[in-house]
């Protein structure tokens, strides 16, 4: 497909710096399956969910993956190297991650880093877009120790270009789930959630879940190509546990909706989904990309936030509950001044009837 239809106009304004206090009380764009628009809270979900509803929650937590340091002169050089920002993407083994550069172009393999005061690293090899592979000095557990130590949490560049990451945004850019480290994005929809409103779910009946998708970088990044077809989507890592699946497909069985607290729960159930829809467990990585067109098997229900225009995430949404039906959502969060993007307000979407 065109990658301009997925384009839209957002006022700046409108990309929100903080989260809403309390998190519940951000609003919620209600998008039926007919298209009907309503205009709520995310404290009103009880409302739209029925007992015997599983709730797909995301528990990655979120890195300080973000490090600033200097690169070690080359030979024959003297002086201090030339300043370097990192942003780690993806772990590869107990002493490697891939990762992106600022600036790329002043990097080479076997080029050495100083990060902060006590991170060491080589850059083992550079590819396309300012990707890296980096080797630490360090490994395992001493080296994720060290990156908490040195590192600061990688707000996005919409929020980071436009304010310093502080202490608040340790706590702010986690979920209420957070509970297993290797994400370097936030899955923003899990943002939303307190313990009353959890509290009021479980008392209509409808069950939680947890599965695991680590968010890489990769989101961030911007679609370049013309067409979706000739977008390359970046692997990240997701798990989905036998007991789970078990429970989720007893639910839909028993009549059920699965609801999915964000894209990368979503994204992480149709990974797992069997050909007939059955859910079965998934250990490994994922790269699948979702755009108007993919018969979705899983999820009935979408909680997500409000994504960036020409995104693999405003792809997803519009197929989940059609591109027209997306578009004219977007636009009356716009002029309803919804707060937008990973600090901002969210959507309830009902899958478009096929």
């Known amino acids: 497909m065109d990658v301009s239809l997925f384009d839209f106009e957002l006022p700046v304004g409108l990309i929100a710096l903080r989260p809403a206090r309390p998190r519940d009380s951000a609003r919620m764009l209600v998008v039926h399956a007919d298209g009907t628009l309503e205009h709520k809270h995310v404290r009103d979900l009880p409302t739209y969910l029925n007992a015997g509803d599983a709730l797909v929650v995301n528990d990655t937590k979120v890195i300080p993956a ?10 024959g050089q003297g002086g201090d190297g030339p300043k370097i920002e990192i942003l780690l993407h993806r772990r ?13 172009r002043k990097l ?23 990707e890296l592979e980096m080797r630490f000095a360090l490994e395992g557990t001493a080296l994720d120790s060290a990156i908490a130590r040195e590192g600061e949490m990688p707000l996005p560049p919409y929020i980071a270009g436009k304010r310093e990451t502080d202490a608040q945004d340790a706590d702010d850019y986690q979920t209420y789930f957070a509970d297993r480290a290797g994400s370097v994005a936030a899955p923003t929809a899990g943002l939303h959630f307190t313990e009353e409103l959890l509290a009021r779910l479980a008392a209509k009946g409808i069950a939680r879940e947890h ?21 390359h989507m970046h692997a990240e890592w997701a798990e989905l546990d036998a007991g789970t699946a078990e429970r989720l497909n007893t639910a839909r069985v028993k009549g059920g909706r699965v609801v999915a607290v964000g894209t990368t729960s979503l994204r992480t159930l149709e990974s797992a989904a069997q050909a007939s829809g059955t859910i079965a467990p998934l250990s490994a990585e994922t790269d699948i990309f979702i755009t108007p067109g993919y018969t979705f098997r899983t ?25 027209e039906t997306m578009k004219r959502a977007y636009a009356e969060a716009i002029r309803e001044r919804y707060r937008f993007y990973s600090y901002g307000d969210a959507c309830l979407l009902f899958r478009a009837k096929a």
Do not use: Y
């Open 211 to 231: 599965v695991t998708l680590h968010v890489g970088a990769g989101t961030f990044l911007p679609v370049t190509a013309t067409d979706t077809a000739a977008h």
């Open 108 to 130: 080479l393999a076997g080029d050495r880093l100083h990060l902060g005061q006590s991170l060491e690293a080589e850059v083992v090899a550079r590819g396309e877009a300012g």
């Open 92 to 104: 590869l083994a107990p002493n490697r991650f891939s990762a992106f550069a600022r600036p790329a």
């Open 299 to 323: 999820a009935d229900i979408l909680l997500t936030n409000f994504h960036l225009p020409r995104s693999t995430l405003f792809m997803l949404v519009s197929a989940f509950a059609g591109l």
């Open 66 to 75: 973000r490090l600033h340091g200097r690169r070690a002169p080359r030979e």
